[in-house]
C-alpha cells in the first residue's frame, strides 16, 4: 500500500491527512512546530478536525516537522498557503519552500 506525505497541515492538508490514515500510512509534515505539538496532543486549534477523528487517526498518521521523516513517501501531496498581495497577485514561496523541501526525497517517475 502506498505511503503518502501530506505537506502542510492546514485547513485542507489535515483533514486530508486524516481520511487517509484511515486506510493507508501517512506522514503529515507541517514547518510549524507549534502546530505538529499541537496537533500531536490531540488539539486543533483551527477546528478542522475534533480530537475523537485525530485520535482513530493515530495508528496511521504520523505527525511530524523533521524533513528527514519524509523519506520513503510513494506520493507526496503539497496543501501550504499560497496568499495573495493587495495586487492580487500570488506569493508562491510557500509553495516554492514545499517543493525544496520534498525535492530531495522525490524519486523518478513520481
Known sequence: ???LVIVGLGYVGLPLAVEF???RRVIG???STDRVSELRMGIDRTGEIDLDELQGAVNNLT???NSN???GGDVYIVTVPT???AGNQPDFAPLVSACETIGPYLREGQ
Open 1 to 3: 500500500m502506498e505511503k
Open 21 to 23: 490514515a484511515k486506510s
Open 29 to 31: 509534515f507541517d514547518i
Open 63 to 65: 505527525i511530524t516537522n
Open 69 to 71: 521523516d519524509l523519506q
Open 83 to 85: 496568499p495573495i498581495d
